[in-house]
């Protein structure tokens, strides 16, 4: 299985709502990504899990809220977003977070967010 | 901040034609990466170049990395209609995986 999985596909929400998005991966895959993709715009980083502990965090605002709760899933709770958060929110995956070298990324299809 | 950019920005093409892109980046790097994505859809990888190779291939894509002028170069040879994507250039500047990615190309190719 060399698949990323998503859910939702789409989501809209308001600005003072709570929600989740979702990714899962079965790989054996030991790093995880979130990016966020604006439209025509190239992917940005936003944070980057390696054997379930956060490793990486791009400055990303606190109404974004990663969480890894095993090595195959990789949650992005959201609250009180913004409508400037509308975006496509990928996830990816890699075998690993090398020392000295990279891996290619696995991505998912994405989550379209739009905050109203 | 995007470290790489991309040239063209558009490209139209017919099919059976080549399509070549670059990519500039602007500070050493360890390895650049290819990936294409359609219609706003996932990202799906296409090459790994190491910052000590200097050609790769893979099918009909050709890669190219030059980084005494810090520049990689993607040709698609005998493209057809479903290679039409944007295409990314990705580079990471040292190691941990955090990719930086290049504006895009965005490709048409016309039956």
């Known amino acids: 299985d060399t698949e990323v999985t998503q859910t939702p596909k789409h989501l809209v929400m308001g600005m003072t709502n709570k929600k989740s998005l979702k990714c899962e991966q079965h790989?054996?895959?030991?790093?995880m990504y979130w990016y966020k993709q604006k439209a025509k715009k190239p992917p940005e980083l936003m944070f980057v899990?390696?054997?379930?502990?956060?490793?990486i965090n791009e400055s990303v605002p606190s109404r974004f809220s990663p969480e890894c709760p095993n090595s195959s899933l990789l949650n992005l709770h959201l609250h009180a977003l913004q409508p400037e958060d509308s975006a496509l929110y990928l996830c990816?995956?890699?075998?690993?977070?090398?020392?000295?070298?990279?891996?290619?990324?696995?991505f998912g299809p994405g989550t379209r967010l739009t905050v109203t | 901040s995007q470290q790489g950019e991309e040239d063209p920005q558009a490209l139209s093409i017919q099919e059976g034609e080549n399509a070549t892109m670059n990519c500039s980046y602007k500070t050493s790097i360890n390895n650049l990466q290819w990936y294409r994505q359609n219609s706003g859809r996932g990202l799906v990888h296409l090459i790994l170049i190491r910052s000590n190779e200097r050609e790769k291939h893979s099918g009909r894509l050709r890669v190219t990395l030059d980084t005494s002028k810090k520049s990689s170069s993607l040709l698609i040879t005998a493209s057809r209609a479903a290679d039409t994507a944007s295409y990314f250039c990705?580079?990471?500047?040292?190691?941990?995986?955090?990719?930086?990615f290049g504006g895009g190309t965005r490709v048409l190719v016309k039956p």
């Open positions: 899990y390696s054997y379930e502990k956060l490793s």
């Open positions: 790989m054996g895959h030991r790093a």
């Open positions: 990705a580079t990471d500047k040292a190691a941990g995986n955090k990719l930086t």
């Open positions: 990816a995956s890699s075998p690993g977070q090398g020392l000295d070298f990279s891996y290619e990324q696995y």
